[in-house]
């Protein structure tokens, strides 16, 4: 076995330094595998958002909060904070977000200061609608829109901003309301130009348009929306019935010839969605 | 695949989730229906499936559909668009938006846990009446459900009994014959709590 001295010929000193170095070395290996955790638990998160398999990605993200909570109670660093502050932000838990962001900034991440102001923001709109304040949480849902780089934050805003106009624009004479939803459209074809793979953005203009009546292009948003993915299981069945609600009325009022194409189209979709007919998305019951 | 044994270990679920909700056992049902539904997807996160419902409530883009839109989905349900043809010959909307937010998430995203919920009015075409319940109900099933739900053997146990009797070929079952399947036996025992919900 080679020239190995036994531990107990080494002085009590070396005994001691050696012990302490083993358990640094152990708890430095904890902490690594705390973070490495978080990361992945958070990595696959993303891949089950993008997968439309909302509650594992919740899951995942839990995990990954908790354990970069637990990596950064150990050794505070950047990496583990900013792991943190995305999970809570993925899951709406803003102010948790914001402090997290902030930690990170203060050990090194440049952009730590400015995801937590957005974090912060976005709470602060989200207590305000739901304190029935909508005129401020809209000013602060439109200042995120603009401004913001932060997806999460961005995502959050663009889907309250579009609920709360869409509700608000319900109430409105023809005119006023048409130019209520242009403008929200054109706030969501700029989010589609910077971010074109976000199902989200075209399930949205998909609702406007059809607020619009413009039934041609809701149809065509709804369709990159299912191909791009959504957030929410719910969601994804709303934008399913708003494509079978889009094709029945486009069906009805197309020249033959194009109510023929456009059939033929939708059916080739619908094939490759898994649905049982034109108009019976997979998840629907008998 | 054997009805039987199907039936078998979904009587073994309905026992073991009487012992979590005790006087709740109108709650057995829905709860059940739904852990099958998903473990017939092969989709076992029972815990976040099942709670689902309760985000999505009155999710805000549900008041905000168009009147259009609203107007197609009481037309494009068979039974609905009889249920309230008095209202959409007349234009009511004022009726039919009222309607909609309780109607939509049961009827139009179909969530497996409320369709259970209402499954007295689903069966009676009393749609109506949903609309009357709804929000006390589903409050109540809020409120009955969080004991339970907060202990982690209540979910293994209802993981155990929805994956078993997947196993078993429940997929090969009609979604209906699982449903009567699982009320025949929440309602078995004689003198046994309601598997109707009682409505506050």
Same mark, same amino acid.
């Given at each position: 076995m080679g020239d190995m001295i036994p531990i107990s010929y080494l002085s009590a000193r070396t005994r001691s330094a050696?012990? =302490? /170095?083993? /358990?640094? =070395?152990? &708890?430095?290996?904890a902490c690594l595998t705390d973070l490495h955790r978080a990361k992945r638990d958070y990595t696959a998160g993303q891949e089950h958002a993008a997968a439309m398999r909302t509650e594992q990605a919740v899951a995942s993200w839990k995990k990954a909060a908790d354990e970069a909570s637990g990596a950064s109670l150990r050794k505070p660093s950047a990496q583990s904070f900013t792991v943190k502050g &995305? =999970?809570?932000?993925n899951l709406g838990r803003w102010r948790e977000a914001e402090a997290s962001f902030l930690k990170a900034f203060s050990l090194g991440f440049a952009k730590g200061e400015s995801w937590a102001a957005d974090a912060a923001l976005a709470g602060l709109a989200a207590s305000f609608a739901e304190f029935g304040l909508?005129?401020?949480a809209l000013r602060m849902y439109a200042q995120l829109l603009d401004r913001s780089d932060f997806r999460?934050? &961005?995502m959050f805003? +663009?889907?309250k901003r579009t609920d709360l106009v869409l509700a608000g624009a319900l109430g409105l004479e023809p005119r006023d309301r048409d130019r209520a939803l242009s403008g929200l459209n054109k706030a969501l074809d700029r989010l589609i130009d910077r971010d074109f793979a976000c199902g989200l953005y075209h399930y949205l203009h998909a609702q406007v348009d059809g607020h619009l009546?413009? &039934?041609r292009r809701s149809y065509e948003e709804a369709v990159m929306a299912r191909q791009l993915g959504l957030p929410a299981e719910k969601i994804l069945r709303d934008n399913d019935n708003q494509l079978v609600y889009c094709y029945l009325r486009l069906s009805g009022s197309l020249p033959a010839a194009e109510a023929e194409a456009f +059939? +033929? +189209?939708h059916a080739r979709w619908a094939g490759r969605w898994g649905w049982r007919d034109a108009r019976t998305p997979a998840w629907k019951k008998e | 695949m054997s009805k039987k044994s199907v039936e078998a270990a979904l009587a073994r679920g309905v026992e073991i989730l009487k012992a979590f909700l005790p006087l709740k056992s109108w709650l057995v049902f829905p709860v059940l229906y739904s852990a099958c539904v998903w473990a017939v997807r092969r989709v076992f996160d029972f815990r976040e499936r099942i709670l689902a419902w309760q985000v999505w409530l009155d999710p805000d883009f549900v008041r905000a559909k168009p009147d259009e839109f609203v107007l197609a989905f009481f037309c494009g349900h068979e039974a609905l668009g009889r249920e309230y043809a008095d209202e959409i010959a007349r234009g009511d909307m004022r009726v039919l938006r009222a309607a909609f937010p309780a109607l939509y998430p049961v009827l139009g995203l179909e969530d497996a846990f409320l369709k259970a919920l209402f499954k007295a009015? #689903? !069966?009676?075409? !009393?749609?109506?009446? #949903?609309?009357v319940a709804f929000a006390s109900r589903t409050a109540k099933a809020m409120e009955d459900i969080r004991p339970a739900a907060a202990d982690p053997e209540f979910w293994k146990a209802l993981y155990f009994a929805a994956a078993e009797a997947a196993s078993l070929g429940l997929h090969l079952l009609k979604d209906e014959e699982v449903q009567n399947m699982i009320v025949a036996l929440v309602k078995k025992p004689a003198g046994a709590a309601p598997a109707i919900p009682p409505d506050a």
């Open positions: 050696i012990v =302490a /170095l083993g /358990l640094a =070395a152990a &708890l430095s290996a &995305l =999970a809570e932000a909508e005129a401020p999460p934050a &961005l805003a +663009a889907e009546g413009d &039934l +059939a +033929a +189209a | 009015e #689903i !069966d009676a075409s !009393d749609y109506r009446a #949903i609309v």
